[in-house]
């Protein structure tokens, strides 16, 4: 059985979910949930954009082609996805990172990558 770490976004409070629709997350229960078994620390609750998808293709991460035998539908812009906090941080550092729901962003996400950091895309209420 795979365990879980404490569900607590970057500010302590309960995680809120990020999506389930598509359905995201580590476990895919819909939240950036995270544990022992999460080497790529899938914590950063983000909205794709059509730049982010592109880098990440290119990067060798293809999120946007569907693969039906893994029951992935392949991500558009808007839809929002649990990354992997480096690749947040590289798309950062290459000026293509996209909007974060902090809300929905675990804790863990700041063993990588600073809260200053994650705030300068935080979405607006």
Known sequence: MTTREASLNVYGQDLKPCSKDPLTGFFRNGCCDTGPMDHGSHTVCAVMT??????????????????????????????????????????????????????????????VVSLEILEQYALTV
């Open 50 to 111: 059509a730049e982010f998808l592109a880098l990440s293709k290119y990067l060798g991460n293809d999120l946007s082609t569907p693969m039906p035998q893994y029951n992935f539908p392949g991500l558009k812009p808007g839809d929002q996805w649990c990354l992997c906090a480096a690749r947040f941080l590289q798309a950062h550092d290459e000026g293509a990172a996209p909007r974060v729901n902090l809300e929905a962003t675990h804790q863990r996400a700041l063993d």
